[in-house]
């Protein structure tokens, strides 16, 4: 994996792509993580929660995570990328906003979902780097994306 310096706009940009990467690792989508994730949001909705509801009355037949519960495991799913460069050498890191959030498909409990992402734009600016990454979330399996998501990082700081 290349190292790159967040400061090494050049660098950052030679890797804008408009094709996704590999797919990550995978991460499994249990009900518990569901129900948790139902309690730390007040988000009791039953197409989420009420399984024997889910089997009759569901157009899915199963309960679904919530779409911001996937939205929310971005962080731990770059964590299970294989990007084929790395950005080094920033004392910090923030997310500075987004440009697209579109829920795409259902996410059935006790499935599988993975990541891939693409890079869409490395710029120097006065508070830093900002980078512009766009990732796409699926069930194992489905062609069509469970989620897309244009967030924007800005890199702050050189360590040391």
């Known amino acids: ?5 967040f400061d090494d706009i050049a ?5 804008i792509s408009e094709e996704f990467g590999e797919f990550g690792e995978q991460f499994e989508i ?8 139902a309690d730390a949001t007040g988000d009791h909705q039953w197409i989420h929660l009420d399984v024997e509801r889910c089997e009759k009355e569901s157009p899915f037949g199963t309960t679904i995570a919530h779409g911001f519960l996937t939205l929310s495991l971005l962080p731990m799913m770059s964590g299970l990328a294989k990007n084929p ?11 500075y906003g987004s440009d697209k959030l579109r829920f795409l498909s259902p996410v059935p409990a006790g499935s599988k979902i993975h990541s891939h992402s693409r890079l869409v734009s490395a710029e120097a600016g006065k508070k830093g780097t900002r980078i512009e990454q766009e990732t796409a979330i699926h069930v194992v399996g489905s062609d069509r994306p469970a989620l897309i998501y244009s967030g924007i990082t800005l890199f702050q700081g050189k360590i040391g």
């Not at 994996?1 to 310096?5: L, Y």
């Open 1 to 5: 994996m290349e190292k790159i310096q």
């Open 11 to 15: 660098a950052l940009q030679k890797h």
């Open 30 to 37: 249990t009900q518990d993580l569901i129900n948790k994730f």
């Open 85 to 95: 460069y790395h950005v080094a050498g920033f004392a910090n890191a923030v997310n």
